[in-house]
């Protein structure tokens, strides 16, 4: 089965930049969105189409992509960026969804 | 801004059923592809299943662990979105959102004896 990889941690001190990668065999054909989950709350989609942000992210939250992997970068990252952060994206055939495992972002 | 709302969770035991919903608003539910999300206890997120829109075939995929016990639908009429869950087990325990970009507040299902 299809699989996306993140490292399970990240720590920044505040006003540093945070970069999350997320790797998968297909990204270079999928695009991927990412969302933020604080303890206690239900997941908010930060990018999508791999660099697009929605209406109301904060412009410090953007998206690349190169080859197989894909980045969240935070600039400027706050306290209240503290979050788990998923990638999410497609298999090849584009007809099954996948997250990967989640990183753990601390602000120190 | 989209919305939505699950609501149907709550205490089944195994082998059980269980029918979720979620109601939209604030887009056009007509055009959208929405999914179940479901995250174990202290665990990450896991795409359950998803249903396209009607005018891109209305079809549902599911997630391997699904084999068959779920069935996504969706009545465009009333922008609501569902998950019928049969033959349920111990580890199907879990909050259930529905997403479509926008996430619900998720509803949670325990499947216990």
């Known amino acids: 089965s299809y699989e996306l990889t993140q490292p399970p941690s990240v720590s920044v001190s505040p006003g540093q930049t945070a970069r999350i990668t997320c790797s998968g065999d297909a990204l270079p054909i999928q695009f991927a969105s990412w969302h933020q989950q604080k303890p206690g709350q239900a997941p908010v989609m930060v990018i999508y189409?791999?660099?697009e942000r929605p209406s109301g992210i904060p412009e410090r939250f953007s998206g690349s992509s190169s080859g197989t992997t894909v980045t969240l970068t935070i600039s400027g990252v706050q306290a209240e960026d503290e979050a788990d952060y998923y990638c999410?994206?497609?298999?090849?055939?584009?007809?099954?969804?996948?997250f990967g495992g989640g990183t753990k972002l601390t602000v120190l | 801004e989209g919305h939505l709302v699950e609501s149907g969770g709550g205490l089944v035991k195994p082998g059980g059923s269980l029918t979720l919903s979620c109601a939209a608003s604030g887009f056009t539910f007509i055009n959208a592809w929405m999914s179940w999300v479901r995250q174990a206890p202290g665990k990450g997120l896991e795409w359950v299943g998803r249903?396209?829109?009607?005018?891109?075939?209305?079809?549902?995929d599911y997630a391997a662990f699904v084999k068959g016990r779920f069935t996504v639908s969706r009545d465009d009429s009333k922008n609501t979105l569902y998950l019928q869950m049969n033959s349920l087990k111990p580890e199907d325990t879990a909050v259930y959102y529905c997403?479509?970009?926008?996430w619900g507040q998720g509803t949670l299902v325990t499947v216990s004896s």
């Open positions: 999410q994206s497609r298999d090849s055939s584009g007809s099954y969804e996948v």
């Open positions: 189409k791999d660099s």
């Open positions: 249903i396209k829109s009607k005018s891109d075939g209305g079809t549902a």
């Open positions: 997403s479509s970009g926008y």
